[in-house]
């Protein structure tokens, strides 16, 4: 089992939900620690919920990788929205354009080990890992 | 989705039992606002003990619930919120400071009867 | 007034003795597992109404206080045993002492009969909780060198009461497991208070500061309380001079008294003598029978 194992649109409110808990599912077969399950599906929430607020549609993507560990899980969210205008202050915890927390990519990074961030005014794409131990 | 708000007294008791969605989570925010206002309720104790998730939206709306609540005169308690949930929360930098919790329903319900007696 | 109640009791000692083990049965509150025999329960039972007498016969001038205090936390039986031994005590004394000078009527008599009977009672108990507590102490620091290997052991001392001693340095995998450790002992062991004692961190910055505030959050969201103990010296400067925020957490410089505002925090108290008497016991016996 390598590569894509599955892949989620986002396009509606419930769709987060729905992204999670394929997160959770394959987090739980891969063998991740309920904690970590847990830490996985959040991190997925915040940039599905994000893909649905900023750019209204897009998709997370989940792959299975192999890295500084045997085994790790990467997910990447997509869109083609407007982009992060200023990608370093969205990386503050409390920055948030629409009112929010501005918890949500901080957080991912905290909750993740790998976190990787690429935007331009054609879209977002973010990639993160999480490795199993 | 409606999540049941039960009334003890002059307290009201939720316990959550679903997966808390957005949707649900902004009915039950509402839900919870006028039945305080019916009831004339002066405490909450809101069980999250079946709540495997709660991300910075559910976490905001839940949080926003207790200072609304508190303005309309009534004290909001947490219990039984999860050690993965929990670990969660602190990782997005979410603490719920002026939130008060306690282990489960049962020690929810002393320590809103403690809060209360303060004031 | 105080020697007349004194004989008594004294006089009566077989009478008292007996009613005192019957309320011990009926009342039950204390369980010790199944592990423990009625055999040796009573047999402790009696242990601790001898100790009572001849401490109020020798007027507090013996040391099986210190020993029985330590016996009871030998058999890891919790404080409350004391405390409640205690209470069935005075309430026995006083209905003895009643009985005997017949009915009154006279409130003024009543009242100093009870502060007579406190007078004494209260000492003795004051001494057992204090030695519990010291000897306590002992023990988790005997225990700590024998977990030392462990990398976050987490021990429950008494009903609502946990404690986890740090050992070692911790750096940001430690500090993960070592939270996870925290709360999920927190909910095994039902914990209202857990005290984190960092004597044995060696160094403090504020990293470690920041993994140790974290935990303590997350304890408190999932409805617990942390106290941070083992502050030497060294390690407040560090704090103050990093300008590390603990003001949400009690801090206090030793495990003992750490123990003492955890007793505190669940309701249970080491008390002064003969102030707000009858509610601290309330509190005391409430907190016993919550679980
Ligand atoms: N996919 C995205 N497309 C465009 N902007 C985004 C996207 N994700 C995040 N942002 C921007 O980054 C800010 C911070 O995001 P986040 O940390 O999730 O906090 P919040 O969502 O609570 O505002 C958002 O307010 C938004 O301006
Ligand atoms: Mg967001």
Redesign the interface.
């Known amino acids: 089992m390598k590569g894509t194992l599955s892949n989620v649109p986002i396009a509606k409110e419930l769709d987060i939900v729905g992204a999670r808990q394929t997160g959770r599912n394959i987090a739980t077969e891969l063998g991740f620690s309920s904690v970590d399950q847990a830490r996985i599906a959040t991190a997925i929430s915040e940039l599905a919920r994000n893909i649905y607020l900023y750019a209204k549609k897009g998709e997370i993507t989940f792959q299975q990788v192999e890295g500084v560990a045997p085994v790790g899980l990467k997910i990447i969210a997509k869109d083609n929205g407007p982009g992060i205008k200023d990608i370093s202050k969205s990386m503050i915890d409390g920055y948030s354009t629409s009112g929010g927390l501005g918890a949500g990519l901080p957080g991912v990074k905290r909750l993740m080990d790998d976190f990787d961030i690429m935007s331009s005014d054609e879209g977002t794409t973010i990639h993160v890992i999480k490795w199993l131990r | 989705m409606r999540i049941p708000i039960l009334k003890l007294h002059e307290y009201l008791l939720i316990s959550v039992q679903v997966e808390l969605d957005d949707q649900t989570a902004m009915q039950f925010q509402e839900d919870l606002l006028s039945k305080i206002h019916e009831s004339g309720a002066t405490g909450v104790v809101l069980d999250l003990t079946s709540v495997d998730i709660i991300d910075s939206f559910i976490a905001k709306v839940l949080g926003d619930v207790v200072s609304m609540a508190d303005l309309m005169g009534a004290k909001v308690v947490f219990t039984g919120i999860q050690p993965a949930v929990s670990m969660t929360l602190i990782d997005l930098g979410i603490h719920l400071q002026d939130v008060p919790t306690a282990l489960d329903l049962e020690q929810g319900l002393i320590k809103l009867r403690r809060e209360l007696e303060e004031k | 007034m105080e020697q007349r109640l004194r004989n008594i009791i004294l006089e009566h000692s077989d009478q008292i003795i007996k009613n005192w083990l019957v309320k011990l049965d009926e009342n039950k509150v204390t369980e010790y597992g199944e592990t423990i025999s009625q055999e040796a329960i009573e047999q402790t039972n009696r242990e601790f109404v001898n100790v009572i007498f001849s401490n109020i016969e020798s007027n507090g001038g013996t040391n099986d206080l210190q020993e029985f205090s330590e016996k009871i936390v030998n058999l890891g039986w919790p404080l409350g045993y004391l405390t409640e031994g205690m209470q069935a005590f005075r309430t026995v004394a006083i209905r003895t002492i009643l009985e005997d000078i017949g009915e009154t009527n006279n409130n003024e008599e009543f009242l100093s009969i009870m502060e007579g009977v406190n007078d004494w009672v209260d000492p003795i108990k004051n001494r057992l909780i204090n030695e519990y507590s010291s000897n306590w102490t002992n023990i988790v620091s005997l225990q700590k060198v024998a977990l030392q290997e462990l990398s976050a052991p987490l021990i429950p001392v008494m009903e609502g009461i946990t404690i986890m001693p740090l050992v070692g340095t911790i750096d940001t995998d430690r500090a993960k497991l070592i ?2 450790n925290l ?2 002992g ?2 095994k062991n ?1 914990a ?1 208070v857990v005290l984190i004692d960092i004597t044995g961190v060696p160094v403090v910055d504020t990293m470690v500061a920041h993994h140790i505030i ?1 935990a303590a ?8 309380q942390c106290i941070l103990v083992g502050i030497r010296p060294e390690i407040a400067q560090t704090i103050v001079n990093l300008g590390i925020d603990l003001r ?1 957490f009690p801090t206090k410089s030793s495990l003992q008294k750490g123990f003492r505002t955890a007793l505190e925090m669940t309701g249970a108290k080491v008390i002064s003598e003969n102030e707000g008497e009858g509610d601290e016991i309330e509190n005391i016996l409430n907190s016993i029978e919550k679980e």
């Open positions: 939270m996870e709360l999920n927190v909910i039902n209202e974290q959050e997350a304890v408190r969201l999932v409805g617990s949400n």
